[in-house]
């Protein structure tokens, strides 16, 4: 037989689903679970596993960050999933185009 160790099988430990109970981050979900089901993007897998993954390991970044990351790229749409925060050194920040979870 197999060897059971400890009384009982190793269960897999990676999350599955988002404990939100946020209806439209549950559509992000299932959205995202299908894309990247049904394509190879690396992008899509990355945004769900971001997305299904908790709070604490969301962390929020700065609009400084993000104007950091930015510079010279106009043309991008910046894409954070989770919080973008608000920077109180940065006196005039420029015009970014993003995409986020929340602003605050």
């Known amino acids: ?19 939100s109970n946020n209806l439209y981050h549950h559509l992000l979900v299932k959205l995202f679970r299908f894309l990247s089901r049904r394509t190879d993007s690396a992008f899509c897998k990355t945004v769900l596993r971001r997305l299904i993954s908790s709070n604490v390991n969301r962390p929020p970044i700065s609009i400084s960050r993000i104007a950091k990351h930015l510079k010279g790229k106009n043309d991008r749409i910046a894409v954070v999933v989770g919080t973008i925060t608000d920077d109180i050194r940065v006196l005039e920040a420029p015009k970014l185009r993003v995409c986020a979870l929340r602003v605050t």
């Not at 037989?1 to 404990?19: A, T």
Request: cysteine-free.
């Open 1 to 19: 037989g197999i060897d059971l160790v400890k009384r009982g099988r190793f269960k897999s430990k990676v999350k599955k689903d988002s404990k």
